[in-house]
């Protein structure tokens, strides 16, 4: 009776184990997934990032270009008068 008993007991801990150890294996699975998820977002903001720094860059340049163009060689947009329209 005792045996049984401690079989029947050895029988439920060993199952109760293995599902455990599978359901914690596919929670890591899920977890994994998400991080990946996560690590893609990342990368594309980070390119993203690179890319508006670029942008920024070039237009703080023509802004410049444009203000030293101004102020040290007193260059400014031609009037209305001095401009011809070409047409084809």
């Known amino acids: 009776m005792v045996r049984l008993f401690l079989s029947l007991l050895l029988l439920s801990v060993g199952m109760t184990t293995l599902v455990a150890y599978v359901y914690s294996q596919n929670e ?3 977890v994994f997934a998400a991080l990946q998820k996560v690590e893609d ?3 594309q903001l980070r390119t993203e990032w690179g890319r508006l720094q ?3 860059a070039a237009y703080s340049a023509s802004f ?3 203000a030293v163009a101004k102020k040290e060689l007193n260059m400014r947009l031609p009037e209305r008068a001095q401009t011809l329209v070409v047409k084809r």
């Open 41 to 43: 977002e990342q990368m």
């Open 54 to 56: 670029i942008e920024k």
């Open 28 to 30: 890591t699975r899920k």
């Open 64 to 66: 410049k270009v444009a």
